[in-house]
């Protein structure tokens, strides 16, 4: 018999979980399931995608949680620390997926795994441990009601090893708050589409792992050569020496410069008091020191430290979406309140991004009068008053009095509170928006509507015509692009742009590494990617075949949309943003030209442009016939 060479970059194993069974089982990796999905966010889609059927339940036990890494995961690429949890989304009610960094995502390589795939409800809090290669649920009864820097403390403890990595949910993710977090290396957060509350309606506390394993890599004898390359590249990036000092903090001075900071629950994009919570006062007043991820050149983590006072804490630095969400997005200009409101948010696991606008829309509704004490429970909520803030973040997490409301998102809120209060509510498929005011930058404003998991500026960071757009980098998108393509205020050629965009951030969080350097910016690109592939691997593909993944799971990640009853209506942003002008700053008077961009984007996609459904010729293309065959069986025809 002959046996098939084991792959390189991969564990070689996905683990399942019967939560309701209480069973473990391994299932090896298959050879084309890995080159047709490469691993973390393509594993993930291919799976949500098979397993989960239309009209499930999210907070159900149909639902599946997939923690995913990917074959760079683990390795020498400058940052391979990354790894993608997908879920149906109870926010949302369609794909979801979150992303983090950290150590975790590389332990459980060397424990021996991939993916791990959880599926049933379990009777009683569990959580998961592997330890080198062997799995088993364990009785999490003490640690069930605990934060997530005390759940991690209390599993080492237990395990008398400080050395394990652990992913876990707080109190949101047990309550249910439909915005819930996952938390590993305490404070790295897979924040979006609410996966914590789907752990937590699994009754599955952690994921805690280690292991000494190694990753194999299939061709040793070139594979420092290329590396040492890339870690040069990195190396000589200017990027790097500023990412290490700000992290993403000083994104707040950048975007006031160019109005794409939301202030006052996205009216507007400046903020009269954004020095006063920029990543320079961060960084002259609480920064400790910086930190890295695995195997991270760029280090955007560090540690803060507030010594008196009510929001005294050491810990974890927000990045620039807490600074933005917590600060100008809710008129607040108390920058400890901020450092502390992002690490209460991480101990509880929470999202910061919907935590922050969901709490500035009922700011908005309660100026408007729409939103009263009466149903605060007295609680004021002035903009700006940063006490409410830090008291409605405990009330979403324990879902108490007026925060139960609040742990719904603003999108079912305001349909629960109604009277006008809907038309502020800042979302894209009932995920609120990110820090990035969408009238100062076209370009954002389309990947915010087009991005599969709801408002997202992740799924493609089209942050280039932001960042600077050179003779080098329009040769990403054809030269003849140029000048427009690089104008943030123009609309042209955003389609193209995005498509380019998504299809790359894909094949990123599909190899299990950081946007950082990569897409932002383009440090490394395709054909590095190529050259480590090869030598990790052990396959080459070329950047044409990349490329096609990317829009493969593009494409999928749609399919699954289109069968929840996703359509070009959906692909939308709020009146505010596509209505009304920004009243002010340096992008005054613009507004979000989305349906121009939209036709543009979908006639690159291969959709109809009237129903935003992808072709049956477009899947073909990219070997989904079986998407296309699904959908034609629950009754939706393609267009050809
Ligand atoms: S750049 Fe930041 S998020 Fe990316 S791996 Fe490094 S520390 Fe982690």
Redesign the pocket.
């Known amino acids: 018999m002959v046996r098939k060479a084991r792959l390189g970059g991969y564990a070689g194993q996905h683990l399942y979980v019967d939560m309701t069974k209480e069973q473990c089982k391994t299932v090896p990796i298959d050879r084309k399931f890995a080159v047709t999905y490469l691993g973390g966010q393509g594993f993930s889609s291919r799976i949500l995608y098979d397993e989960v059927g239309p009209q499930t339940d999210p907070l159900g036990p149909e639902n599946v949680l997939i923690w995913a890494t990917g074959p760079f995961t683990g390795t020498l690429w400058p ?1 391979a ?2 790894y993608v949890v997908g879920a149906k989304s109870p926010l949302t009610g369609i794909f979801g997926e979150a992303h983090a ?2 150590h975790w995502g590389p332990e459980l390589k060397f424990a021996g795994f991939d993916t791990i795939i959880i599926t049933g409800r379990a009777k009683r809090p569990l959580y998961l441990l592997i330890d080198n290669g062997i799995a088993q649920l364990l009785d999490a009864k003490d640690l069930w009601g605990h934060n997530t820097n005390e759940t991690e403390e209390m599993i080492k403890e237990a395990h008398n090893d400080p050395s394990l990595r652990v992913s876990c949910i707080g109190q949101a993710g047990e309550n249910l708050v439909r915005f819930a977090a996952i938390i590993n290396d305490y404070d ?1 957060a897979a924040a979006r589409s609410g996966i914590g509350a789907v752990a937590g309606s699994k009754r599955l506390k952690a994921v805690a792992v280690r292991g000494s394993k190694d990753i194999p890599i299939a061709k040793p004898d070139r594979y420092l050569e290329v590396i040492e390359e890339l870690h040069k590249k990195m190396l000589d990036s200017p990027f790097t020496t500023s ?1 290490a000092q700000y ?1 993403t903090t000083n994104l707040v001075e950048l975007m006031q410069e160019i109005g794409r900071l939301p202030s006052y629950n996205m009216r507007s994009g400046v903020f009269a008091e954004y020095k006063k919570i920029s990543g320079e006062a961060i960084k002259d007043h609480y920064l400790v020191k910086p ?11 560090r540690y803060t430290l507030v010594r008196t006072g009510p929001y005294a804490y050491c810990g974890g630095s927000p990045e620039y979406e807490s600074q933005s969400a917590l600060g100008s997005r809710c008129g607040n200009d108390n920058l400890e309140s901020i450092l502390y409101g992002h690490h209460l948010s991480n101990l509880y696991g929470l999202d910061t991004i919907s935590t922050g606008s969901t709490i500035s829309w009922a700011m908005e509704a309660w100026e408007e009068g729409l939103i009263t004490a009466k149903d605060t429970g007295g609680i004021d909520l002035e903009w700006g008053n940063h006490e409410s803030i830090i008291k409605l973040i405990h009330m979403i997490a324990h879902r108490e009095g007026f925060g139960d409301i609040l742990a719904e998102g603003s999108y079912r809120a305001a349909k629960r509170i109604g009277r006008g209060t809907e038309k502020f509510v800042m979302h894209c498929k009932k995920q609120e928006i990110a820090g990035q005011e969408p009238r100062a930058q076209k370009s954002m404003g389309l990947a915010t509507a087009t991005a599969a998991r709801g408002a997202d500026h992740l799924y493609a960071f089209p942050v280039l015509d932001e960042v600077g757009f050179d003779e080098e980098i329009g040769i990403r998108y054809g030269q003849e692009y140029l000048p427009e393509i690089g104008d943030r205020l123009n609309p042209k050629f955003k389609g193209i742009m995005v498509k380019e965009n998504e299809d790359f951030c894909a094949v990123v969080e599909s190899l299990g ?5 990569t897409l932002i910016p383009p440090v490394l690109f395709y054909e590095d990617i190529v050259a480590a592939f090869e030598v990790t691997v052990g396959i080459h593909l070329t950047e044409a075949q990349f490329r096609q993944i990317g829009e493969r799971i593009v494409n999928l990640n749609r399919g699954f949309n289109v069968r929840e009853g996703i359509r070009r209506k959906d692909d939308s942003l709020p009146r505010r943003l596509t209505h009304i002008p920004a009243p002010e700053g340096p992008s005054k008077g613009q507004v979000v030209e989305l349906d121009q961009m939209l036709d543009e984007y979908y006639e690159q996609r291969g959709w109809q442009l009237k129903t935003g459904l992808p072709k049956t010729q477009t899947l073909h293309r990219l070997d989904l016939d079986d998407v296309a065959n699904d959908l034609l069986k629950q009754g939706i025809k393609l267009p050809q």
């Open positions: 940052q620390s990354r960094a950290g790295r990412r992290g930190r890295a991820d695995y195997a991270c050149l760029q280090r955007c983590g590494v950081c946007k950082y350097g």
